[in-house]
């Protein structure tokens, strides 16, 4: 029987949501910080860190399949206690609010350095986020619905740079093909494992998906969407420009963009980019702050969430404003101070999650 | 501060008061001197000279009665024919005979039943009734004789079609009830009348079939009628809006159509419909697609449907898009059109004074201008308005400098294509849009344009329409015959679109056929 709208979302509904909240970060600064390390073999390190995540994402999917009807704040909360809980889900809380803040600075300062140079940053920055959080405000049915109606025009529109760029491809310069050397590849891989962390944050949801045996479905299309988007356009980017040029440059997707067209007459078909990429934008940071306010409300323990959508839309303004630039806020900010001391959270999180209610587990057992 | 609160009080009271009265239940008395002048008091007689009272006597019983009726509400003939010359001319068999026995053998109206209060006369003499009275009877006989004067079943005007039938709904409930019934011969297609307002009620039938709409659905907008709290509804298009979840939002979400044709193929996929003596049917619940959708879509072949409406979305995001991208286009994006044509627009704005945006806008609100005045206007000077408006929209106006050459192709290709969206709360809504776009796009170029869309889809997936969320089947997915934006041929449209909840899923079984032609 088909059931009437009930606030749930299917599992179509769920993978969009999950694919725009990750594949964006291909056409931010994420690749810059990613090339930096894994030179011309970069297109290998999504595959290698989807395999990290693998295992964590497992246990953390078993223990939410355990904990029925439990989404991932509720979870921490019961397996760990009233006050560890408190402090796993304030500092899942912090990152994914920083990360929001940081992120959204790093894409008004692209949409600033290439299309508006004459707005002052905090006019687009107010822009953007109030039309996030008029999108986030519609609630979660409304984002995964908008995200499903959009995915295939993305991916359409990515198929056709693609198209459109394999003109200018040179397959020569992927090599050498390992690039900083495998061991180096596998160890920068695992530092910059939280860029799949929306994946694991996601699981706040995990009560608002129709049906569990389609959240483990789910979860793994939109691993296989990520990383092959992901490969596919590192792949590009290091065939089209080359390994010490990428380097240089700061915006590959938006470059890359510029740099094909179709025929002589309609030379600049970057405009029809721009408007999927600030289409994705748009709905990856209204996920952003609806994932941001979803956590903070589970761990205060409020829940009428929605509500709450306002105050931390206004406070991710003032945060993303503290750098400088968003050389400062990817290079400084995300990387330094984000991603390097976040993966061990995101790998060692379901892990200890899962000792912890095994142990308990056998005791609760035990006196059964 | 007391007294206030004790005139809302009164207020209240007297409020109280009058629906006590109304909904009160006055019985007949069986005297007919007494049941008269209560009615003559209800009706303003003799003021009022529509009311007629007419005494007869009744042979066959022997005993005198009245009968009333409106006059223009009832067919006079009938009443003259199969009421007055029965009952005066019928031989007196039995002195005992009944109201009842007066509808069996006497009377020869094919609708007549007894009534016992005197809300009841009022209600079916504004109905078109004849109310007869009998000497000494506690209970009162209405006979169906409503003669009401409408147009005949003429063509569609706001849906025509090239292909498919030509009729359209007309002023009558009944003619209306008959042209569904005529496309849709199904036994459990089902009539129920409900009334609506107050002071004037209005009849309402509400259509479905019994064992494809969904009894939750059908319950909830019975419901939802029966809440109206209103004086008086005058036709199906106040209902409209008295019905609407969102009275404020841009978005319609009740469908308004002329077309018999359609309402059946509506109540096929489970919908409800609602009918009363207006030239239109009210759909619900709808979605996106069934206001972007025709009934000629279904009437002509597979690619030539599926051509028409690809035409119309194309018409449609022109509409929404079209002022505002060119906006974008030469205030930020200069580079995206080729050099030349940009030089050639460059061109023709030199001698222009006013910005883009006020171009536009000259243009677009004089484009609204002679749309509306299109429609009031006398049809006697109806072709001035042609001229006027190719002065307006036209060379007249680039030779004066005030606008550009190129924004009138863009506000006659814009203005074209809004005629090409076929449903008018539609058009409306797209026309409304296309002024926020072209607002954004003035104020932050394609990036505004991207803010809009993005806004406006989130939106339109979010609300609902009775439950049914708006771009459903799409988006949320449900299963359907995919009948969105393109359909398939008509043959494997087997499945009813399960957003509507239907009780029977399949309109068929499922037919199993390769796509090949051989």
């Known amino acids: 029987m088909i059931k009437e709208s009930d606030g749930k979302i299917g599992i179509r509904e769920f993978v969009s949501i999950i694919v725009f909240s990750i594949i964006l970060k291909v056409a931010d600064m994420t690749p810059n910080l990613l090339f930096k390390e894994g030179m011309t073999a970069t297109w290998m390190m999504p595959l290698i860190m989807g395999g990290y995540i693998l295992l964590p994402l497992l246990i953390l999917l078993s223990l939410l399949n355990r904990y029925k009807s439990k989404g991932l704040i509720e979870l921490i909360y019961s397996i760990t206690g009233k006050y560890v809980g408190f402090i796993i889900s304030f500092v899942l809380t912090i990152i994914s609010l920083l990360g929001t803040a940081v992120n959204l600075r790093d894409q008004v300062d ?42 295939p025009i993305i991916i359409a529109s990515f198929i056709l740079l693609v198209a459109l760029a394999l003109g200018e491809v040179n397959l020569e310069y992927i090599y050498p093909i390992w690039g900083p050397g495998l061991s180096q590849l596998f160890k920068s891989s695992l530092l910059h494992i939280s860029i799949f962390g929306e994946l694991f944050l996601m699981t706040t949801f995990y009560p608002f998906v129709r049906d569990d045996k389609k959240y483990y479905r789910g979860t793994f299309y939109s691993l296989f969407i990520i990383i092959t988007g992901m490969v596919l356009s590192f792949l590009l980017y290091i065939t089209v420009f080359d390994y010490p040029t990428i380097q240089k440059i700061a915006f590959p997707f938006q470059a890359l963009s510029l740099y094909v067209s179709i025929g002589y007459f309609i030379a600049n078909v970057e405009n029809l980019f721009l408007i999927f990429w600030f289409i994705g934008a748009i709905m990856r940071f209204s996920i952003y702050l609806y994932v941001t306010t979803a956590i903070f409300a589970y761990t205060i323990k409020i829940e009428e969430f929605e509500l709450l959508i306002l105050p931390v839309s206004i406070v991710t303004i003032p945060l993303a404003l503290i750098p400088e630039n968003s050389i400062v806020a990817m290079r400084i900010f995300w990387e330094d101070y984000i991603l390097k001391f976040t993966w061990p959270f995101f790998i060692l999180l379901p892990i200890f999650l899962w000792i912890v209610d095994y142990f308990k587990g056998r005791v609760n057992d035990e006196v059964c | 501060m007391k007294s206030i609160v004790s005139f809302f009080k009164k207020i209240r009271n007297v409020n109280n008061k009058s629906t006590d009265r109304r909904n009160k239940k006055e019985l ?17 007689y003799p003021k009022n000279q529509d009311f007629k009272i007419r005494k007869i006597s009744i042979r066959s019983i022997n005993r005198v009665g009245v009968i009333l009726y409106l006059n223009g509400m009832v067919d006079s003939k009938k009443v003259e024919e199969h009421i007055i010359k029965p009952l005066q001319e019928e031989p007196c068999n039995d002195e005992k005979l009944t109201n009842i026995d007066l509808i069996n053998k006497v009377i020869n109206v094919s609708i007549a039943d007894e009534i016992d209060t005197f809300q009841e006369i009022k209600k079916k003499i504004l109905d ?33 079609v090239v292909k498919g039938p030509k009729e359209s709904f007309s002023e009558s409930t009944q003619v209306n009830r008959s042209l569904i019934r005529k496309q849709l011969r199904n036994e459990k297609l089902i009539t129920e009348i409900m009334s609506v307002g107050e002071s004037s ?57 002329e077309r018999p044709d359609r309402v059946a193929a509506f109540l096929q996929e489970g919908h409800v419909v609602l009918v009363d003596n207006s030239p239109a049917a009210l759909v619900l619940p709808v979605t996106f697609w069934s206001f972007f959708q025709t009934a000629e879509d279904m009437y002509q072949r597979w690619a030539y449907g599926n051509f028409i409406r690809l035409i119309r979305l194309l018409a449609l995001l022109t509409t929404l898009l079209a002022p505002a991208a060119y906006i974008a286009m030469t205030n930020f994006h200069e580079n995206l059109l080729p050099t030349d044509l940009l030089l050639a627009i460059a061109a023709t704005r030199e001698n222009v004074p006013f910005p883009v945006i006020i171009e536009v806008l000259l243009m677009e609100i004089s484009f609204e201008l002679i749309r509306e005045a299109g429609i009031r206007i006398p049809n006697t000077i109806g072709p001035t308005i042609g001229i006027v408006g190719a002065l307006l929209i036209g060379q007249a106006a680039v030779d004066a400098n005030v606008i550009s050459p190129i924004i009138v192709i863009i506000i006659a290709l814009n203005g074209l294509s809004s005629f090409a969206i076929p449903n008018t709360s539609l058009n409306y809504m797209i026309r409304i849009m296309k002024f926020i776009f072209s607002f954004s796009a003035y104020l932050f170029g394609y990036l505004g344009i991207s803010i809009s869309l993005t806004v406006t889809l989130s939106y339109l997936a979010s609300i609902k329409s009775f439950d049914v969320p708006f771009l459903s089947p799409l988006s949320p997915y449900y299963p359907s015959s995919g009948d969105t934006i393109i359909r398939p041929p008509v043959w494997k449209q087997w499945l009813r679109p399960l957003n509507i909840y239907p009780q029977d899923k399949q309109r068929k079984e499922k037919v199993e056929g390769d796509d090949s032609n051989d």
């Open chain 1, 110 to 151: 692209i949409l600033n350095t290439l299309f508006f140079p004459k707005t002052p940053i905090i006019v687009l920055l107010i822009i953007i986020t109030i039309s996030c959080y008029l999108i986030a405000k519609r609630g979660l049915e409304a984002l995964g619905r908008t995200c499903w109606l959009l995915l």
């Open chain 2, 28 to 44: 007949i008395s069986s005297k007919l001197a007494v049941n008269l002048n209560r009615i003559k008091e209800i009706f303003v």
């Open chain 2, 128 to 160: 078109g009734r004849t109310v007869l009275l009998v000497d000494g009877s506690r209970k009162a006989i209405y006979m169906d004789t409503v003669g009401f004067s409408y147009r005949n079943v003429e063509k569609p005007t706001a849906e025509t």
């Open chain 2, 201 to 257: 009620p209005l009849d309402i039938s509400m259509m479905y079939i019994d064992d494809i709409a969904s009894p939750d659905l059908v319950k909830k907008i019975k419901k939802r009628v029966q809440d109206i709290k209103a004086d008086v509804v005058q036709n199906i298009a106040i209902l409209e809006q008295h019905l609407e979840e969102r009275p404020y939002s841009l978005v319609p979400t009740i469908l308004y159509t």
